[in-house]
């Protein structure tokens, strides 16, 4: 077995200023940066996987051919594949019609040609990673429908080089709810694959969602949810025989997971049991170059440790506690999301995403109210001076004694995450939004109830909070101006080191 991955670049459009290798321009990266981009996270950062990504954005077809053409000495002391992993992230196809699902299945074949054709002999793509899994099916449509299309070009084009028909699939679990059932899940999978395949994967790369359950669940539902999976990963180790390496995808601002350069330790003690972090571009590009590098060269030499367990017990008392917060949070945000219509609209775009997805991918819904994407989403209600950790913990109110004791077993950084979103709350736009909603001022008392719960303070507590403030109030004020709302955006994202 090939060793894991530690690390793994992402496209995700969360980056406030441009990269650094990007002479000039914004922080926006157009498909034909990405190969550059790849290449940087490889050669100047020690990264040792990047994420390809095809789900609802344009993508260049030809990067494993551009790596080799212009980075081929690199890679003959770094295959790709072996000590550098090039990861594809398809479409779902039962979400996103499947003209990119047939593009990215074709590369991973063709590239396998061209490595061999320059003496490469592993396959620089053997692993792909299905977003939104649902369900076993799923996964054995997508290596089936790989294996077919395999034989079908080695008939008709490669009658003297047959291509593996075999590719390794990573199921990313999005929602609270499949993260809790992943267990399940897997079991079928396991079952199915041995039926179809007639063998059982000695190991599994999971991947498991931090950003869009967030959006759909909330902050403490979704990070016990985390917990959940993991544990029930480690549990089926030990039934199964099987090994697996879970990947966590993580934004900078806590609401998206919390994992910044300048954070990284205290986010590895909240997550134990991770094989692979993701840093995206907020990662990469908003904080200085030399933490940023520190903080990749100590993951990557650390050592993985293992997942909390979860008792049954306390499973059953988790499952309470998240529909508690996440019908909390719900009630919350449903009620709040059409005051922020036009900041979502506003919103400055980082990459090249089909035209036709346009800002309601997948048409993610609470009670029948549309959401953008996690980091529009995010980046918006910071922008606004109220950020989105605060929807539903008025449910802490809701709660027992003993829940409070369970919440921080399995949510250690709770409280902290919460006050470190808290230095970027405006009270004052928080009070005029709740003149003209009262949605907004339930909220506010959420707030000052969880104030005086664990006796701390939030909002702005020092001078050099007060420019920040001034970019949130502009904002509020900015709502007929498209192009002055995405500049207050970009510039209080600056000042928060992460566009959303």
């Known amino acids: 077995m090939t060793k894991i991955p530690k690390t793994m670049a992402t496209q995700h459009p969360d980056n406030v200023r441009a990269p650094y290798w990007k002479k000039n321009g914004d922080g926006f990266i157009s498909s034909s940066e990405e190969t550059t981009e790849c290449m940087d996270a490889f050669r100047n950062l020690g990264i040792e996987e990047f994420m390809w990504d095809w789900e609802g954005k344009f993508a260049d077809e030809a990067v494993v051919d551009r790596l080799f053409h212009h980075h081929f000495d690199y890679f003959k002391k770094n295959p790709l594949g072996l000590k550098r992993r090039l990861t594809f992230r398809i479409p779902n196809t039962w979400q996103e019609k499947g003209y990119s699902l047939i593009r990215s299945l074709m590369v991973v074949l063709t590239s396998e040609d061209f490595a061999r054709d320059l003496k490469f002999y592993a396959p620089p793509i053997f692993e792909i990673i299905l977003p939104m899994t649902e369900n076993a099916e ?5 290596q089936k429908t790989f294996r077919e299309l395999s034989r079908l070009k080695s008939r008709t084009f490669s009658k003297f080089h047959k291509n593996t028909e075999y590719v390794r699939i990573i199921p990313l679990f999005e929602g609270v709810d499949t993260q809790i059932n992943a267990k399940k899940i897997l079991k079928k ?30 902050l403490i539902p979704t990070v016990l949810a985390n917990k959940i999976i993991l544990s029930d990963l480690r549990e089926m180790e030990k039934g199964y025989g099987i090994k697996f390496f879970p990947i966590i995808g993580a934004g900078s601002l806590p609401f998206r997971g919390g994992l910044s350069p300048l954070n990284m330790k205290k986010f ?22 030399p933490k940023v590098r520190q903080a990749i060269k100590y993951y990557n030499k650390r050592p993985t440790q293992k997942s909390q367990v979860v008792s049954s017990v306390d499973r059953k008392e988790l499952l309470i506690l998240i529909a508690v917060f996440e019908k909390e949070y719900q009630s919350r945000l449903s009620k709040v999301v059409p005051d922020l219509r036009h900041i979502f609209e506003s919103f400055p775009c980082r990459r090249e995403r089909h035209p036709h997805i346009g800002l309601f991918s997948y048409d993610r819904k609470i009670n029948k109210v549309r959401l953008p994407r ?9 922008s606004l001076g109220i950020p989105p950790e605060f929807l539903g913990i008025g449910a802490f109110t809701n709660i027992k ?35 003209k909603n009262i949605a907004w001022q339930d909220i506010d008392h959420d707030i000052k109830r969880f104030e005086s719960i664990f006796s701390i303070k939030c909002g702005p507590r020092r001078t050099k909070s ?29 000042l928060r080191k992460s566009l959303g």
Not at 138 to 142: A, G, K, R, T, V
Not at 374 to 382: D, I, L, N, W
Request: glycine share 6%; net charge positive; no cysteine.
């Open 189 to 218: 999978y396991l079952e199915l694959h041995q039926k179809t395949f007639k063998f059982t994967p000695s190991s599994l790369r999971v991947f498991i969602a931090r950003s869009d359950p967030a959006l759909l669940s909330g």
């Open 466 to 494: 007060e420019p920040y403030v001034k970019l949130t109030n502009l904002l509020l004020a900015a709502k007929d101006s498209h192009i002055k709302v995405q500049k207050l955006i970009v510039q209080s994202g600056i």
């Open 401 to 435: 004694l003993n829940d409070f004791t369970l919440i921080n077993k399995y949510y250690k950084n709770h409280i902290r995450d919460i006050v470190h979103a808290g230095k970027f709350l405006n009270w004052g736009n928080l009070k005029k939004l709740g003149e």
């Open 268 to 289: 590895l003690l909240e997550y134990p049991g991770i094989s692979t972090i993701t840093l995206q571009p907020a990662f990469r590009y908003d904080y200085p170059l």
């Open 374 to 382: 996690a980091t529009t989403f995010t980046g918006s209600f910071y």
């Open 138 to 142: 799923q996964l054995i449509f997508i």
